[in-house]
């Protein structure tokens, strides 16, 4: 999967990944698509008040995931981009392997990770069972 620069100058969040690539992006997207994104901005913009930081600054997140990850969720949150295509089963796995870390995935984001992850179901569907059900119940 290319990278899609997220680099809008009227964002209100930046992730920056474990390989220190940030994505500038709008935190509204984010935390639509998962309670555990909505939860980490109330706790950075209390961080921010704290520091007495610009309100209309944007927050920056230190993310445990490489950009890679940080990629197709930030893609897939983000409701008006196509949703983000995997050149391989391979590729789409570390996304996987986080999704229940910051699931429950919510409506519009939900869909658009089932559509990424459909050509997989569709041509390896054993293959992709036996590795989602690795992960334990719940998501995906």
């Known amino acids: ?66 950009a890679d990850v940080i990629q197709a969720l930030v893609s897939i949150s983000h409701p008006f981009l196509p949703p983000p295509t995997f050149a391989s089963f391979d590729v789409i796995k570390p996304f996987l392997d986080i999704w229940p870390k910051y699931g429950p995935w919510l409506g519009v984001a939900r869909r658009r990770a089932e559509i990424a992850l459909e050509p997989f179901l569709r041509n390896e569907p054993l293959r992709v069972y036996a590795y989602v059900a690795r992960l334990g119940p719940g998501e995906p």
């Open 1 to 66: 999967m290319p990278l899609i620069p997220f680099n809008k100058p009227f964002v209100n969040i930046v992730l920056r990944s474990s390989d220190g690539i940030e994505f500038h992006t709008l935190q509204s997207y984010l935390a639509d698509a998962s309670h555990v994104f909505a939860d980490m901005f109330v706790v950075v913009e209390e961080r921010a008040a704290q520091h007495h930081r610009n309100p209309n600054a944007a927050k920056e997140v230190d993310m445990q995931e490489t």
